[in-house]
Nanobody, 112 residues
Framework: QVQLVESGGGLVQPGGSLRLSCAVS????????VGWYRQAPGKERDLVAV???????NYADSVKGRFTVSRDNAKNAVTLQMNSLKPEDTGVYFC??????WGQGTQVTVSS
């Protein structure tokens, strides 16, 4: 059974930082692209950042230069470092493996 468990979300002030983690079990991420999507209230789930099995990254324009996605194949884990957070970054962040398997999501709220 494939499981993805996100952690690290929370409430942060604008300009602050958060680090999201995703622990994956039941599938080896080394052969898959992995990454993060987010869903803001009333909106669709959109790509935030993904990283291929070869380490190539792709970011939404809105987060370029602020967010960094990384993978640890040995630990079977994915992280998202988020800096200079803005209120528009608020949403539920979902970890994914190959866009086939998804976590339950972790809430990120950026507000003063």
């Amino acid at each position: 059974q494939v499981q993805l468990v996100e952690s690290g979300g929370g409430l942060v002030q604008p300009g602050g930082s958060l680090r999201l983690s995703c622990a994956v079990s039941g599938i080896m991420i080394r052969f898959n692209g992995v990454g993060w999507y987010r869903q803001a209230p009333g909106k669709e789930r959109d790509l935030v950042a993904v990283i291929s099995s070869g380490g190539i990254t792709n970011y939404a324009d809105s987060v370029k230069g602020r967010f960094t996605v990384s993978r640890d194949n040995a630990k079977n884990a994915v992280t998202l470092q988020m800096n200079s957070l803005k209120p528009e970054d608020t949403g539920v962040y979902f970890c994914t493996v190959g866009s086939r398997f998804w976590g339950q999501g972790t809430q990120v709220t950026v507000s003063s």
